[in-house]
């Protein structure tokens, strides 16, 4: 058993004189949430669809779960951008249809389906067409559709697209329990809360290349600025530390000048005898990471 | 290849079709028409004749003999119902006129060595003379001959020809039995050759709609990360084909019953009388669906919508019908240059060949030539088709341009 869900090396991919993905290097570890994140047209769609040898690689070696793209159809689940389900069958015609193109059997399928359908609130819907669902309603049966074989990997474009927030919830719940049950899942954004509340591990792409990956975390550390954030707020009149200082809800983010260290800082604050509730390192919200990044390029 | 996964999906594909509005229409209708004509027919010609009987042949009435040759009176009891004897024409003339009789016969006196009989009717279209000449004939005959032969004999000179007709080939074998063999060996074939094209085009615009259908709908994707775009060709290649030849064995068995099994006789003759040329019709048959039918699903793949996919098929189609304009020119003489240089073209081919085949002994170079161009296509046409329908299944929105078909072509 290999040791990445997913390995990437030096993937380039060029439709006609337009270079969507270049020079790309990822893996993805067994049992990881996994986020793809990038401007529109930075090559996100691009990546998964080789992935998922929809489309063939122009360059560079990619294996999904050990194999060649392709080799491990049964075993992947995929959500595609472009999406959309057979109008005029009825909900359990099509997941079932789409469960055995997977190699399973009618039966297990359809037990399967009525399971999947009960979980994300469309029981009672199974033998209406698709015709007949709302758009939210459709990006669920969708979500279904791509987890129906119980697949050791799950790959979704862009699963919160058209979603209210309660459903939004119910989706971010079905990722959890997948990983809960050992899968992974690889998801792509541009709703970097929940991204944060969701990846472990991401990669940001920007035309066609990797500018950021690794843990969420350590991302997060290396982009934290040199601040604190602190409550109750306090006035910062006439220190020589303080480079500047924000208001964020009821607390105050403190920047300090850059040969400060926040360990001392905190000293000067105690030993002034301030009264301080809350004292944390700040760190910078995904969304302006992004951001930083993909306009600093 | 997965033939599991292309069975699937043959199967997914024939189920969703059969049941279409469309396709149920479409194939009962011919045998709806059939039956219509039936009814219609059956209808009208009871009518006719019934009005033909009243205005023409009354037949009540019998017709009036006036024997100067005295060799046909008394009349036999077996006629009396038919004829009646008159002594002379005034007589005759006047029943006629009071329309006691439907025409008179006068048999001069010199008969035995002329023959002359002269008919009389009312108005010339009745023209009840001419169409009981055949019981005037019996009569006649009978006349002349009873008492002078045994009844067998006479039996067999009024009625002196049962005819079987039997044709021989180069070799003096027997080939079969006289009208029904042109029927057999020209006219089915023929009938054959057109249902065998209409189905084949009736599979590849099935095949058309639903791959344009697919992408149309964006279910394309999902599909596409079960299965590789090959299987998906294949599958519904074969699923959409099995929906074709439903139609054919739907039209062919409606006209069995309504023609109340001559229509499976002619059918069964030709499969008997002509196996050889039986099995290569079925072989056009099955590499002109494999060939238009991945034609059209690249073509189904690459429009933006099912209108612009049908335009862009309509190509393909055209040049499948081309051979139809030159009709004349095969009449004449099915192995002319042109027919011939069609039958080695592969989209023209199937349908060329399909119409050369039953009128004249085509050469054996051009079955096997058109066969092989024809084998060396499909695999050709199917992997350009895979190709292309990979490339556009994927472009929602804009229709590809040549430059990119060929790009998509040329590129792994
Ligand atoms: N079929 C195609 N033919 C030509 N160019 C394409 C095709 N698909 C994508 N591209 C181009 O490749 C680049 C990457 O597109 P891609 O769809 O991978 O971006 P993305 O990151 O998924 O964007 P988004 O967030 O908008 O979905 C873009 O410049 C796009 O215009
Ligand atoms: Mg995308």
Redesign the pocket.
């Known amino acids: 058993m290999a040791e990445y869900a997913i390995q990437v090396e030096d993937l380039r991919k060029v439709?006609?004189d337009?270079i969507?993905v270049d020079q790309l290097d990822f893996q993805v570890g067994r049992g990881e949430i996994f986020g793809m994140l990038?401007?529109?047209?930075?090559?996100?769609?691009?990546?998964i669809r080789v992935l998922m040898d929809i489309l063939k690689a122009d360059a560079g070696t990619v294996r999904v779960l050990g194999g060649a793209p392709g080799a491990a159809r049964e075993r992947v689940g995929y959500l595609p951008?472009e999406r959309g389900l057979y109008r005029g069958l009825r909900l359990d015609e099509t997941l079932v249809y789409l469960g055995r193109l997977k190699g399973m059997s009618v039966a297990s399928a359809r037990k399967r389906a009525a399971a999947l359908l009960e979980q994300v609130g469309l029981a009672e819907w199974s033998r209406k067409k698709a015709q007949d669902l709302s758009r939210g309603m459709h990006q669920k049966l969708q979500i279904v559709a791509s987890i129906i074989h119980d697949p050791a990997l799950v790959i979704l474009d862009?699963p919160f697209q058209g979603l209210d927030p309660v459903n939004s919830e119910v989706v971010k719940d079905l990722i959890r329990d997948l990983r809960a049950h050992g899968k992974t899942i690889v998801l792509?954004a541009?709703e970097m809360s929940r991204v944060e509340a969701l990846c472990e591990r991401i990669l940001l792409?920007h035309h066609?290349r990797a500018v950021l990956y690794g843990a969420l975390a350590d991302i997060k550390k290396q982009f934290a600025p040199n601040a604190i954030e602190i409550a109750p707020p306090l006035d910062w009149q006439g220190w020589a530390e303080v480079a500047r200082v924000e208001a964020r809800d009821r607390k105050q983010v403190v920047y300090l000048q850059p040969h400060i260290a926040p360990r001392d800082f905190l000293k000067r604050i105690l030993e002034q005898g301030l009264f301080v509730e809350q004292f944390a390192l700040a760190t910078m919200p995904l969304e302006q990471i992004f951001v930083t990044v993909v306009k600093g390029e | 290849m997965r033939l599991d996964k292309i069975a699937t999906i043959a199967w997914h594909e024939y189920v969703v079709n059969v049941r279409r509005i469309g396709f149920i229409f479409v194939t009962l209708l011919f045998p709806a028409l059939g039956l219509l004509g039936l009814i219609a027919a059956g209808f009208f010609s009871g009518q006719m004749l019934s009005l033909a009987r009243s205005q023409f042949v009354p037949p009540a009435k019998p017709a009036g003999i006036v024997d100067d040759s005295r060799l046909f009176t008394p009349i036999a009891s077996v006629f009396a119902k038919g004829f009646v004897a008159f002594d002379d024409e005034e007589s005759a003339k006047r029943a006629l006129l009071a329309e006691k009789i439907r025409a008179y016969y006068v048999i001069a006196s010199d008969y035995l060595a002329t023959g002359q009989v002269t008919a009389y009717t009312e108005n010339i279209i009745s023209g009840s003379a001419s169409t009981e000449s055949g019981d005037l004939r019996t009569f006649l005959v009978n006349g002349l001959l009873t008492g002078k032969v045994n009844d067998a004999t006479l039996t067999r000179a009024t009625n002196p020809i049962k005819l079987d007709l039997v044709t021989l080939d180069s070799k003096g074998n027997r080939q079969g039995g006289g009208s029904f063999s042109f029927i057999a060996g020209f006219v089915a074939p023929y009938i054959f050759s057109i249902l065998l094209f209409v189905s084949v085009f009736a599979a590849s615009g099935y095949l058309l709609r639903s791959v344009s259908e697919e992408k149309e709908s964006r279910v394309i994707e999902i599909i596409l990360s079960s299965v590789s775009p090959t299987e998906l060709l294949a599958g519904k290649v074969i699923g959409l084909g099995a929906l074709g030849l439903t139609q054919v064995i739907v039209w062919l068995g409606s006209g069995f019953l309504l023609s109340g099994g001559i229509g499976a006789l002619v059918a069964g003759a030709v499969v008997l009388l002509n196996p050889g040329s039986f099995v290569v019709a079925a072989l056009y048959f099955l590499l002109g669906y494999l060939l238009y039918g991945s034609l059209m699903a690249a073509a189904g793949s690459l429009g933006t919508s099912m209108r612009e996919s049908q335009q862009i098929a309509g190509l393909f189609t055209f040049c499948a019908v081309i051979p139809w304009f030159f009709y004349g020119v095969l009449l004449a003489n099915p192995n002319a240059l042109l027919p011939r240089v069609l039958s080695f073209f592969p989209l023209t081919a199937p349908t060329m060949m399909m119409l050369r085949l039953p009128m004249s002994e085509v050469p054996l170079i051009d079955i096997i030539g058109s066969l092989v161009v024809l084998l060396i296509s499909i695999p050709i046409a199917l992997w350009a088709g895979a190709r292309v329908f990979r490339m556009g299944l994927?472009?929602y929105g804009k229709r590809p341009a040549v430059k990119e078909i060929w790009r998509a072509l040329r590129n792994a």
């Open positions: 439709y006609g337009v969507a990038g401007p529109n047209g930075a090559g996100k769609t691009t990546t951008e862009e792509s541009h792409i066609g | 994927l472009m």
